[in-house]
């Protein structure tokens, strides 16, 4: 779909609107033009003495009347197009979230936040400018524009006209340079000034490593480079503004002096009136506006067609992750999970990530996943989640194939805890209760018990009303991931995934919460990923992927036995716990 037609269909909702605006805007602009009708018009009764004093105060009265025309006029102009204009803006900015929150994961691997954020912002407004204030200025200045041409050709001279409008006209080319040159001009001072933000940011939120290595001096310098640069790119608008808007008085001055001269001439000729000399005049400083607009409106017409492409762009990448024709919603999830020959290659990787993993968990089993950083553990259980696509019969949950699962059910009856414990810049209890209908406190109060941060959160000022993340307090590792359990917990699905949620968390706790999942989970699917052997012992199922392959399924008797790789990792994991030991016990001594 080309841009115009794009945008056209959002237009074509507020005709209506548009129609209106339109119609006011004419009205408005030919009110305008009588003005100087009447002051030419009182000139010349007022030399030729055939006005009096009541002709006078009757000229003023429609002057006054024009007037308040007007100011009603450009109220209702605004009121229209400006609407229309920021409706729109808002429906495309709706659109668009929605659409974006559709996209999968990988698209947002794949995409800048900052350009994704830069259309939300400059894009959306460089789109707006162009479907109202560049809309306005069409509009006005070709009507105004060719109204007061006509007047000054038909009531005063056309001769004078032609010479007078050659240095209007050079306005109008001019602004279209002027436009392109300072917009370029602006954006790199945007660029600098949020250049200048970041690291602004980043140095206060990093300020720990910076004093920790002794970089303030260097941090300064760097900072008054930025803070420099910042200074060039504003100088660098202001220096082209200060030529051009002197420049822009000299053409106007130029036309001036030409009606003067000719126009004096004319007038001393007696080819035209005082008063038609006068309101020539007028009109000359009426054009000025009409020429800037329409130098305006193609700059920003040309800027909004950019900005639509780059919206349409956004619109134009399906997400990738959909409900199959064949999707259902299932009822009641159980809970029993199986893999069958699951290869899976990530996106840009030449070799599998995960390799012919085969396996079946029954209902009410706790299915224990352990491996090194960068074997897969979390790919399998993003997979599970249907973050990413995988081939038909791969997977399946209660039998049935997850692709014939929809979206919502599969969700909706899966508990995650990810691995980067995300928390919203909100409070404990709306944090904790994300995933659940309401805000009911007991059974907030029943989860965080059971994970374990219950004890935590009462000691802090505000308990659950607590802001937690930039705004507000800073939770450690382990509160974080704790948190991130009771979110899961309050959802109490059918399948619980964490995965290394309980890496920042001691020993102590992480054996109270176990104790606690166990109660909890009975009769419900676990799926639990760890790196620590005392996290996962005590689980039915335990497997040990290595280089994407399960190389050993079993419980922890019968991976012991196997005299391989999980009896490896467990003697050497003792090794260190006992070291760790004696290191604390010779600090006590
Ligand atoms: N979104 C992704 N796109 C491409 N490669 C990925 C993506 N996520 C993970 N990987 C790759 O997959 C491999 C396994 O990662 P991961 O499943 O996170 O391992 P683990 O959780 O066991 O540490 C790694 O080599 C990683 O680089
Ligand atoms: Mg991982």
Partial sequence: MSSFSFIMQYIKKHRYRYAAGVVTLFVVDFANLFIPKMTGTITDGLTAHTMDWNGVKSCLLII???GAILAL??????????GASRSIECELRNEMFAHLEKMSVEYYNEHKTGDLMTRFTSDLNAVRMAIGPAIICVFDASVM????????????????????????F????????YGKIIHKRYRERQEAVSDLTDFVQESFSGVRVIKAFVRERAEMRAFAKQNQNTMNKN??????????????????????????????????????????????????NMLVWPMIACGDAINMFSQGAASIRRLQEVFEEKPEILDSPEAEDVEKIKGEIDFSHLTFVHRGHTEPTLRDITLHVPVGTTLAVIG????????????????????????????KDINHISLKTLRENIAYVPQDNFLFSDTLKSNIAFGAEGEDMDAIVEATQAACIHDSIITFPDRYETVVGERGVTLSGGQKQRSSIARALMKNAPILILDDALSAVDTDTEEHILHNLKKNRAGKTTILIAHRISTI?????????????????????????????????????????????????????
């Fill in 372 to 399: 090194r950083t960068g074997n897969g553990k979390s790919t399998l259980v993003n997979l599970l989640l249907h973050l990413y696509n995988t081939a038909p019969g791969m997977i399946l949950i209660d039998g």
């Fill in 145 to 168: 524009g060719i109204m007061i041409i006509f007047q000054m050709m038909y009531y005063v001279n056309v001769k004078l006209t032609l010479l007078t409008i050659i240095p209007m």
């Fill in 73 to 82: 006029g450009r109220f209702l102009w605004r009121f229209f197009i400006f």
């Fill in 235 to 284: 100088l660098n608008v202001v220096r082209l503004q200060a030529i051009v808007m002197p420049l822009l008085d000299v053409i106007i001055g130029l036309s001036s002096l030409l009606t003067l001269l000719y126009g004096g001439y004319l007038a001393l000729a007696g080819d035209i009136t005082l008063g038609r000399f006068v309101a020539f005049n007028q009109y000359i």
């Fill in 64 to 66: 006054f009347l024009l």
């Fill in 170 to 177: 050079l306005i109008c080319i001019g602004e279209v340079y």
């Fill in 537 to 589: 012992q005590n689980a039915d199922i335990i497997m040990v992927l290595e280089n994407g392959e399960a190389k050993e399924v079993g419980n922890h008797e019968e991976l012991m036995k196997k005299n391989g790789i999980y009896k490896d990792m467990f003697e050497k994991q003792q090794l260190e716990a006992a070291k760790g030991e004696q290191a604390a016990g010779g600090d006590r001594r």
